[in-house]
């Protein structure tokens, strides 16, 4: 069972530049959250995907956006991309977990994105 | 918004001994999570917990969630170079429309030196 992947693995831009991310999740997963992790911070929450829609989104500016695809895959878009746009992406797929609202996540192995 | 403060920020032990990670969050924990990343890399799930007072095992590894306290802990028994990596706590915190979106801490630095 493949587990999520994403695409490229490695990425370099040039400021106001545009790029776009992508991610296959786990099979079975029909949710889509990305992720963006500056070097020697955490995660930090960018957006989620459910049924082609975005239903949940962090505090990022419209420059972030994404979609998802029927067969519940999904990208990132990047616009106008700045220097702090360097960061590890990373995308996870959920499935809803009996009973209540938690999920567990499955992360892929992220896009280093380096914007120069 | 919910703030994850995770301690040690890094941690230096010798193989074989024990080791302890807490994550303490700034509002009452409805799910917490705790992943382990190499460098550069995906994050490895290792434990949910949902509950006050659980307790979850996995090989060596052991989590337990206080509720009360609005902490969690992550205990290593035995340290092994292989359970070197950055081990990262995650909540689950209420978003917009009733969904849930995950907090992350920034994470402990766990080198063992055999």
């Known amino acids: 069972d493949a587990g999520v992947t994403q695409s490229p693995t490695h990425l370099i831009k040039t400021r106001g530049q545009q790029v776009t991310l992508r991610c296959s999740p786990k099979?079975?997963?029909?949710?889509v959250s990305w992720y963006q992790q500056a070097l020697g911070q955490g995660p930090q929450f960018i957006f989620q995907?459910?049924?082609?829609?975005?239903?949940q989104r962090g505090n990022f500016p419209d420059r972030f956006s994404g979609h998802q695809f029927p067969n519940y895959s999904s990208e990132l878009n990047v616009n106008a991309l700045l220097l702090g746009d360097s960061a590890l992406y990373l995308c996870?797929?959920?499935?809803?977990?009996?009973?209540?609202?938690?999920?567990?996540?499955?992360f892929g192995p992220g896009t280093r994105l380096t914007v120069t | 918004s919910q703030e994850l403060e995770q301690s040690p920020q890094s941690l230096i032990v010798q193989e074989g001994k024990n080791l302890t990670i807490n994550c303490t969050s700034s509002?009452?924990?409805?799910?917490l999570y705790w992943y382990k990343q190499k460098y550069g890399e995906g994050l490895i799930f290792l434990m949910m917990?949902?509950?006050?007072?659980e307790e979850k095992s996995h090989e060596k590894i052991t989590a337990k969630l206080d509720e009360k306290k609005q902490q969690s802990s992550l205990h290593i028994t035995a340290s092994q170079p292989s359970h070197a990596g950055i081990y990262l706590c995650?909540?689950?915190?209420?978003?917009?429309?009733?969904?849930?979106?995950?907090?992350f801490g920034i994470g402990t630095k766990l080198q063992v030196i055999p």
């Open positions: 995907y459910y049924e082609e829609e975005e239903r």
């Open positions: 995650g909540a689950d915190s209420p978003g917009s429309g009733g969904y849930q979106k995950v907090t």
């Open positions: 099979s079975g997963h029909d949710t």
């Open positions: 509002k009452t924990l409805y799910g």
């Open positions: 996870a797929s959920s499935f809803p977990l009996a009973g209540g609202n938690s999920y567990e996540q499955y």
């Open positions: 917990l949902q509950k006050g007072g």
